[in-house]
């Protein structure tokens, strides 16, 4: 066996380096090599061979709906026939992808080498006698628009969905375990009303379960209405079947939907709208996975050191968190994938150009880099613990955002006639802004307003700790 060496000269300074390709066959993906474990999963759908698995799946379920209606004067399969003929796709493997890649490289066509894999396999089979239904009446289209919807239906529904929701659990137990942890908010980078850590997550499960359930809801479109979506040739050969109803009930029976107004291809309309719905997802992870990073650096979370973990290779204190910075540049490209993904499928000119051709090949790559970081977001979750004790002090530093409570109690107490106080906004303006404020001095502040006893113990009461309003109860939602 010949592997070759390729070897190229580079000039470095005054000197020629020569360097050998001894690398042969490497993955150039990193999907394919150093996160293959992450994201093997996907390739039984979204690779070239699950693709083409899926259009043997077509091919012969095709057949087998011609042949049980009798058309053209064939006879329905047996049940024994049927089975051996689904085998084509079940028992799927080297064999078939070696003989595809091997026909392929004559035909110049992958769609027609899929074609005459059945055919050949059909001889094998001893049903010669219905050859000439393999592909009847299609156009490659009508099979890859029903195979592509059958593989990205099987590796989201099976796949990427059941991670994502791995993630929003995890993100609900979580939101529950510190749904009392109050913390001190931080909008526009300064310190605000007290929340909860619990709930701060909590609102990522809410957003991403809204999400979660439009990608659940979503349609998988296919067209099976030959060359240009007019059931021409259909028509010519049996002008009395109704080839729309026919063609309806077969890509329902697989399992997907079906699209009866088409070119020639299936318009893509439904991948714009998941991929776009699954940017939107990564776009609120990408979020998430900045946020706990935020935490980590200011000390909310610490992180569970890993055995045999090395964080720096110099200073060997740290931990690094770098399962929320691998999942924040892996929802970034993926994001970008599905955003090119959706503006190049929904443009098609005319009847039918090849763009989307080659871009739905990068399907499987979009969905791999954001299985990557939602694997990454999963396991990070797994590893850093709440510093109840950070929060606390953060919150003890910043008596100041009680002044929220304050000026509004006093507002209420103008309004119902126990104070003469003007301008209170102003009033805790003038306290606080810009100024840290402690326990002792609001306390002295608030004795001197003129509210009401009660109103004036409730806030006297009141630590920022203690200033989170519902944010228990909210946790709830999720």
Request: proline share 3%.
């Amino acid at each position: 066996m010949r592997t070759g060496r390729a070897s190229t000269d580079t000039v470095i300074g005054a000197r020629v380096v020569t360097t050998a390709n001894t690398l042969a066959h490497q993955p150039l993906s990193p999907l394919d090599g150093r996160y293959r474990g992450a994201v093997a999963d996907l390739s039984a759908y979204l690779s070239e061979a699950g693709l083409n698995r899926a259009r043997v799946e077509v091919e012969v379920e095709w057949i087998i709906t011609l042949t049980d209606r009798g058309l053209f004067g064939s006879t329905a399969l047996t049940a024994d026939q049927k089975d051996a003929l689904r085998e084509l796709y079940r028992a799927f493997g080297a064999a078939e992808i070696e003989w595809l890649a091997s026909t392929e490289s004559v035909t110049r066509h992958d769609v027609k080498a899929v074609e005459y894999l059945v055919r050949d396999r059909l001889q094998t089979l001893g049903l010669d006698a219905v050859a000439e239904l393999t592909h009847f009446a299609c156009t490659s289209e009508d099979i890859n628009s029903a195979s592509y919807a059958l593989t990205v239906k099987r590796a989201v529904e099976n796949v990427w969905l059941p991670k994502l929701r791995a993630v929003i659990d995890a993100l609900a137990a979580l939101s529950h375990e510190h749904r009392d942890a109050a913390m001190l908010s931080r909008t526009h980078g300064q310190p605000a009303t007290p929340s909860t850590m619990g709930k701060e997550l909590a609102v990522f499960a809410w957003r991403l379960e809204r999400v979660a359930a439009q990608i659940a809801d979503g349609e998988y479109l296919a067209k099976f209405s030959g060359a240009t979506g007019t059931w021409s040739a259909h028509l010519a050969a049996a002008p009395d079947v109704d080839w729309p109803e026919l063609s309806r009930a077969f890509i329902e029976g697989l399992g997907i939907d079906f699209n009866v107004l088409t070119t020639q291809i299936e318009s893509h309309d439904w991948q714009v709208e998941l991929y776009d719905r699954v940017r939107h997802a990564g776009g609120i992870l990408h979020n998430l996975a900045t946020d706990i990073w935020t935490y980590i650096a200011m000390g909310f979370f610490a992180q569970i050191p890993v055995a045999g973990a090395t964080g720096s290779s110099t200073m060997p204190h740290k931990i690094n968190p770098i399962r929320f910075e691998n999942a924040e540049a892996n929802f970034e490209i993926s994001g970008g994938l599905f955003t090119t993904l959706a503006s190049t499928l929904v443009t098609s000119r005319m009847q039918r150009d090849l763009t989307d051709s080659t871009t739905q090949r990068n399907i499987g790559v979009a969905f791999g880099h954001s299985l990557l970081a939602l694997d990454n977001l999963q396991r990070g979750l797994t590893e850093i613990s709440l510093s109840r004790d950070v929060l606390l002090a953060d919150l003890d530093a910043n008596w100041e955002v009680l002044a929220e409570a304050i000026q509004t109690v006093v507002r209420a107490e103008i309004v119902a006639g126990r104070s003469q106080i003007t301008d209170p906004y102003a009033l805790l303006k003038e306290l606080t802004r810009g100024r840290r404020v402690g326990g002792p001095e609001l306390a002295e502040f608030v004795r001197t307003l003129d509210i009401g006893e009660d109103a004036k113990e409730r806030l006297l009461a009141l630590t920022p700790a203690g200033y989170t309003g519902l944010a228990d109860e909210l946790v709830d939602r999720v």
